[in-house]
């Protein structure tokens, strides 16, 4: 009488660990584009806050220029500028890019910029991205992340 044995032969064993390795050559990378997607979202989310509150002290007449510091979240620094009195504001949020894991931007600061224009009772927003030396200008605040991934 035969015993068969109860193990995995090496041929079983190579097959799996290539499975593996294929499947976390393609998930791993797909996961980092979808943290840092959600990161950018988070930075839209905070600025698009602060473009209510800036026109909500602009109603007010309550004093626009200020700072804000925000350790945990990706963005460093939060600054709100009057460009030109009753005309021109900025929000401008500098990034930390290592939190983003945007490695061609690792020396580079990242900054993003909402640019409002104060036209007849509502503000009209630009949106730009500066990278280093490049910049890029959109109108559509939304699809600026899209388009900067």
């Known amino acids: 009488m035969t015993k068969k044995l109860l193990a995995f032969s090496l041929v079983e064993l190579i097959i799996v660990i290539a499975l593996v390795a294929i499947l976390s050559a393609i998930a791993i990378p797909s996961y980092k584009d979808h943290v840092t997607k959600i990161k950018f979202a988070e930075i ?66 990242l900054l993003i910029n909402l640019i409002g224009t104060y036209h007849a009772d509502f503000l009209i927003w630009d949106c730009q991205i500066q990278n280093g030396y490049n910049v890029n200008i959109t109108e559509n605040c939304s699809q600026m992340e899209l388009d900067f991934l």
Do not use: C, W
């Open 44 to 109: 839209f989310t905070i600025m698009g806050y602060h473009k209510m509150n800036l026109a909500a002290s602009l109603f007010n007449a309550e004093p626009i220029d200020k700072t804000y510091h925000s350790p945990t979240s990706s963005i460093v620094k939060l600054t709100l500028n009057t460009i030109e009195p009753n005309t021109k504001y900025i929000i401008q949020a500098e990034i930390d890019t290592r939190k983003l894991n945007l490695k061609h931007l690792q020396d580079k600061p």
